[in-house]
């Protein structure tokens, strides 16, 4: 199985069943390209150089397979081939799947979906000749996926007409060889990133997938795992949540391979009232992980004061550590926030805090919105005879500033 995609930016797929990608770009972006692929780690990936048309540049990529007998690349030539363009960067595994076993069974197929707006043909005199019924018609989308031989010989028939005129690969394979596409039904997922505006879109898209998984490290103690385990079932029936008991003092496997997936937001919880050295030791992790660093990795970490008689107090030496500790992690576009609880609690105050702090869409706000989740939690969300203090940088310059609430009787102002 193998992957063609035209386009200036790759990605893994993070499909197991993919054996090779093969990016086509235009010849001067070609070690543009390679060192993208360098820089983050991609495997499987094959560079090449695009032609002056869509259907050349996807000739070109075809041709790696079939010149490898000749050749010293190790691509196999595969059993179906899916083409892709790189402007839709939203592809699902499902919709992938879909569109292989089709073309296994077909010789080609392809995504559609129904149009959004009435296609119409104009005259000569620029006045409307007529207009299609938008109910009979689909739009064509990527992926598409064909046989290789199928797909190999189409282009090969092609003439030059088809290379520069032509757009749709599902027509060349009815053209020349008579294999009838079977059309599958895509997500709107699949739209193209075409105008400077889409950008900003797609950015959305990415911030609102990336906020929906979180990773829970928890120390090996007790009380760590208890309110790990406690945030674990607050967030699960409403986003993806990976939760590990590790000591961060050994080297875990485990939690590198976590570091290297798709997860960019922790909640590390521990028993210590500051876990400075730890948190570095995670960053350290990250940085190592070679995570495409190009959003925000969000980073909380919770401390839990266990003591039975020792009250918090916030040392200013080690909070202007933190702070600075903060500030230059930020550089590196990981985003610390810190919060210290007395952990004097049962599990329904519990669950009430930590499922009102990690809210999804909102815990991996704006600096802004977590001061205003703050000051709520404190109003609202904490009992009497519990003291929280909440550590998180401010707009800006990632300085630290830090606010308590001690538990008040009923109905006395805090």
């Not at 070109?60 to 079939?66: E, I, R, T, V």
């Not at 959305?204 to 979180?214: A, F, N, P, T």
């Not at 992790?285 to 003591?307: A, F, Q």
């Amino acid at each position: 199985m193998a992957v063609l995609q035209r386009g200036v930016h790759s990605s893994d797929f993070g499909v197991s069943w993919i054996s090779d990608i093969i990016v086509v770009v235009s010849p001067e972006n070609i070690e543009t390209m390679k060192s993208i692929i360098e820089k983050y780690g991609h495997k499987r990936v094959t560079v090449t150089g695009g032609g002056i048309t869509r259907h050349r540049s996807i000739f070109n990529g075809l041709k790696l397979f079939s010149e490898n007998e000749f050749s010293n690349n190790q691509l196999q030539k595969p059993e179906v081939v899916i083409i892709h363009d790189a402007v839709r960067p939203f592809v699902e595994e499902d919709i992938l799947l879909k569109v292989v076993m089709a073309a296994k069974e077909h010789g080609a197929a392809g995504a559609i979906r129904p149009l959004v707006s009435t296609v119409i043909a104009s005259a000569a005199d620029g006045c409307l000749d007529h207009s299609l019924e938008r109910a009979k018609y689909r739009a064509s989308e990527m992926p598409q996926a064909f046989l290789f031989d199928i797909i190999f010989q189409a282009y090969q028939q092609c003439t030059d007409y088809d290379l520069d005129y032509g757009t749709e690969c599902l027509h060349l394979a009815l053209k020349y060889c008579k294999t009838n596409a079977k059309l599958v039904e895509g997500t709107a997922d699949l739209w193209k990133v075409t105008y400077k505006r889409d950008l900003y879109a797609a950015e959305s898209i990415i911030k609102d997938s990336l906020s929906q998984q979180i990773c829970i490290i928890t120390d090996v103690k007790e009380a760590a795992v208890k309110v790990g385990f406690v945030l674990h079932e607050s967030l699960r029936s409403q986003i993806k949540v990976e939760t590990i008991s590790i000591s961060l003092s050994k080297q875990d496997n485990h939690l590198q391979n976590i570091f290297s997936g798709q997860y960019y937001n922790f909640v590390c919880i521990n028993d210590k009232k500051y876990a400075t050295e730890e948190i570095q030791q995670l960053v350290d992790m990250l940085e190592e992980s070679n995570i495409p660093l190009l959003h925000p990795v969000v980073l909380i970490s919770v401390h839990l004061n266990t003591s039975e008689n020792t009250p918090f107090s916030i040392d200013l030496e080690e909070l202007t550590r933190m702070k600075k500790f903060a500030r230059e992690v930020k550089r590196k576009n990981v985003l610390v926030y810190g919060l210290l609880i007395q952990y004097k609690c049962c599990n329904s105050w519990l669950k009430r805090v930590l499922t009102f702090f990690f809210t999804p869409g909102v815990s991996w706000a704006s600096d802004q919105e977590h001061q205003k989740l703050l000051f709520s939690l404190f109003l609202h969300a904490v009992p009497q005879r519990h003291h929280l203090t909440g550590l998180f940088p401010t707009s800006g310059d990632s300085k630290f500033c830090c606010c308590s609430y001690h538990g008040t009787n009923k109905g006395q102002e805090p």
